[in-house]
């Protein structure tokens, strides 16, 4: 990435070069006139802003002697570094999106079938796909091809759902704004960016945070973030998903009658993660809490009373997108272990469950994190479709959304498809 260091923001080596003849090789700290090493010293002011270059031995000076010393404070009153506007250290490996060629508007992603949203993706039959077809399949910043391409784990990670909280009845709510590739999404919040990562790509920033693609269509207008997956009963299911799902519920089962009457039993095809790995693994646990190994049972549906020994859904650690599962068990134990209870403080019924994981010893869930555990379908077409839209219905959706209104920003689009 280039750099005009006389205008704008400038990397911090050339910063430092220009700061060596401002002060003309000498240390910044007034009345010191030691030469600079040349090793770039940098000196900072007690909120963390870059000050300027220092000699070596004002750079041992600690926090608290600097701000008794009179020499420091008018330093920092007048920086040497002040006319600059740094970027962070790790500048110098920022790739602009289109730092490698700029992407073909005009070609007509919608007959690319290796960009068809695949069945398994959590937003397929949703608003979220119309979206993703009213923006032909692009990026709303950058314009590349957006590749649903499962993980090993099923996760598409390289797609992203972008969203922001707007307040709405007393309370914020997390509405989507477009679909993003991984790299603009990531770097959408990181002010110090700015202009100098984004390049061409600015304008097509600023009108989409001004004019979000959801929100110029009726058809997706004020989606909500999370709400990409309808709920579902066993009704909801095709006969082939019926089929497909008990199938593969009957293979994990293998030769155990228990097992065998957990995989066939339909009050589990209600539950939030019918079909996915985590099915199996309940399987795999003959449908027994993994600690107490008494029943578990369905939890309860929506309006519905409270379930006794509900299967719990446990992970480790603190952070829902990077704990990995461990196994299903009752609320009672999911609550001990939540309060932060360990393999040695517990009763002794949970150290051999903390100690080898059932989630981890199964082939379905091992790695899987709990944040993705409700993607992980057993077979793409295992899964249910409840209040879904087919292909068809999408088709029909982006056609009647595109004859109502123009497309977003049609200027900044370029050649695009109609």
């Known amino acids: 990435m280039s750099i005009n260091p006389k205008r704008g923001p400038v990397l911090r080596a ?120 009213l923006q032909e399949r692009r990026c709303a910043i950058c314009l590349f091809p957006l590749v649903l391409r499962p993980a090993r784990n099923g996760y598409f990670a390289q797609v992203h759902v972008d969203h922001h909280y707007v307040w709405t009845d007393e309370t914020w709510v997390p509405e ?70 008990i199938q593969a519920l009957l293979e994990v089962a293998g030769q155990d009658q228990e097992k065998i009457v957990v995989a066939g039993d339909r009050r589990w095809f209600d539950w939030y993660y019918a079909g996915t790995a985590v099915h199996a693994l309940l399987v795999e646990q003959a449908g027994r809490c993994a600690v107490s190994g008494e029943d578990l049972n369905p939890p309860r549906r929506s309006g519905g009373s409270p379930t006794v020994s509900a299967a719990t859904l446990d992970h480790a650690g603190p952070d829902r997108r990077k704990g990995p599962l461990r196994g299903l068990i009752t609320p009672t134990w999911n609550g001990r272990l ?52 087919t292909q068809a219905q999408v088709a029909e959706a982006v056609r009647e959304a595109r004859a109502q209104a123009a497309r977003w920003r049609p200027d900044l689009w370029g050649g695009a498809t109609a």
């Not at 919040?189 to 600015?202: D, K």
């Not at 989630?359 to 409700?374: F, I, V």
């Open 176 to 245: 989507i704004r477009g679909i993003l590739c991984a790299r603009c999404n990531t770097n959408l919040g990181r002010t110090s960016l700015h202009e100098h990562w984004w390049g061409s790509v600015l304008p097509r920033r600023q009108a989409y945070l001004e004019s979000p693609p959801a929100q110029c269509w009726e058809a997706t207008r004020s989606l909500v973030y999370g709400r990409g997956r309808p709920p579902a009963t066993f009704r909801d299911w095709s006969e082939a998903a019926k089929e497909a799902a």
């Open 338 to 389: 939540r309060e932060g209870g360990s393999k040695w403080t517990l009763h002794e019924d949970a150290q051999p469950y903390l100690a080898a994981p059932p989630g981890q010893r199964s082939p379905h869930t091992r790695g899987l994190c709990y944040s993705e555990a409700s993607s992980a379908w057993l077979s793409p077409v295992a899964r249910p479709r409840a209040d879904g839209l």
């Open 14 to 133: 050339e910063a430092a070069a220009r700061l060596r003849k401002r002060q003309k090789g000498i240390c910044a700290v007034p009345g010191c006139g030691r030469p600079l090493p040349s090793v770039d010293r940098w000196t900072t002011s007690p909120s963390g802003d870059l000050v300027g270059l220092v000699c070596y031995g004002c750079s041992l000076v600690s926090m608290n002697r600097r701000m008794d010393d009179a020499n420091w404070r008018l330093l920092w009153r007048n920086p040497p570094a002040a006319a600059l506007q740094i970027l962070p250290l790790r500048a110098r490996y920022w790739k602009s999106p289109w730092s490698q060629g700029a992407p073909d508007p005009k070609a007509d992603l919608g007959a690319d079938p290796a960009l068809d949203p695949p069945r398994a993706w959590s937003y397929a039959g949703t608003p979220v796909e119309v979206l993703y077809e």
